[in-house]
Structures are given as C-alpha cells and as structure tokens.
Nanobody
Framework: QVQLAESGGGLVQAGGSLRLSCAASGRTLSMYAMGWLRQAPGKERELVAAINRSGGSTYYADSVKERFTISRDNAKNTVYLQMNSLKPEDTAVYYC???????????????????WGQGTQVTVNS
C-alpha cells in the first residue's frame, strides 16, 4: 500500500503563496488518482483539488479556482499544490489523499480516497 507524507505548510500573510508537496512511498504513484483536501476547525473535510493518474485531468473546488494548481510528477512519486493569492479562509489542515484506480478519472469527494497523509497546517493571516 502507498504511504503519503505532506510538506510545505506554514504561516503566510494574505495574498501570499505556498507550495505543498506530497511524497509517496511504498507503491508507484502512477497507479493512483490523487487529491488535496482540507479541514478547518469545526468544519467537514472538503476537496480542494483532484488530479487523475496521468495528470491530464484536474478538478478544483470553486473556492480555489484560478488561485490553486494541482500537479504531479510520477517519476518523482510526488504531487504538488501551488497556492497563490491565499486568503484567511484558506486556513486549514491540508491532506494529500490517494485512490488506487485503473480508470482515467479523478475523485471529487473525501469518500473517494482510501489512503491519506497526516496533514500539514496552513495558516493565512489577514
């Protein structure tokens, strides 16, 4: 099974940028559809962005469109989330998630994923 480890979180001022990384080990990442999800205090976990196995198809929540970009480098077994124009409402724990699949699609709900990282905190100050 695959193990996932996020990095790159931190504290940033509103309008700033962060780049999250998710390094996979144990299995080749190219067999997995991937997603970034986040959970703010008192709120449900929500999908931020998703990407299919090849990286050719992506999905974004409306709240992050035009600001966040998901990408992957299967040769490096790593998935990225570039976050620009950050807002205080982006403050949350961000999780990387994976779903073993033989399809070319992605998954847009938390329930679609069965492997999770430990999460990385992102805090955006106003």
């Amino acid at each position: 099974q695959v193990q996932l480890a996020e990095s790159g979180g931190g504290l940033v001022q509103a309008g700033g940028s962060l780049r999250l990384s998710c390094a996979a080990s144990g299995r080749t990442l190219s067999m997995y559809a991937m997603g970034w999800l986040r959970q703010a205090p008192g709120k449900e976990r929500e999908l931020v962005a998703a990407i299919n196995r090849s990286g050719g198809s992506t999905y974004y929540a409306d709240s992050v469109k035009e600001r966040f970009t998901i990408s992957r480098d299967n040769a490096k077994n790593t998935v990225y989330l570039q976050m620009n124009s950050l807002k205080p409402e982006d403050t949350a724990v961000y999780y990387c998630a994976a779903r073993l699949t033989y399809s070319g699609g992605y998954y847009t709900t938390a329930g679609g994923y069965n492997y999770w990282g430990q999460g990385t905190q992102v805090t955006v100050n106003s």
